[in-house]
């Protein structure tokens, strides 16, 4: 569990817009320095979704500032795959693209099917329920796989 926390954290899904931001955001707000952490997703055709906002911002987590973008652009802006020690994919096309990406190096991807919210629910509060069970998804999963939050 906490025993092998790595050094850096990719977090990958569709469009950079929804899951990934919302991990990328609770892995600072639980783990702090601990390790670097980045978001990518299959494609950046999507802005930083308002939900994913909204349902962040009620544990403490600003994700308005957000830019998505994609594997290739996160790559043409220099971060490295291969500097990471951990992919965690949240989509099995992200899944996908990450194990092509680095069927070359030694990295770590993990597969966390959470699911997408985007689209489900008719009102207003039917989606921010359906946002709300995808970070809550998010959430547990990083307690599990990384432990208790980091102290300070």
Known sequence: MGTDFPSSVLFCCDHNSVR???AEGFMKKLYGQRAYVQSAGVRSDREIDG???AV???DGVELARHRSRSFEEMMDWGDD?????LIIALSPASQRQALELTRFAHIDVDYWPIMDPSGLGES???KLAAYR???DQIKQRLLARFGPPTEG
């Open 20 to 22: 990934s931001p919302m």
């Open 51 to 53: 939900f994913s906002i």
């Open 56 to 58: 962040s911002l009620e």
């Open 81 to 85: 795959l291969g500097g990471f020690d």
């Open 124 to 126: 207003r509060d039917a």
């Open 133 to 135: 069970q995808a970070r």
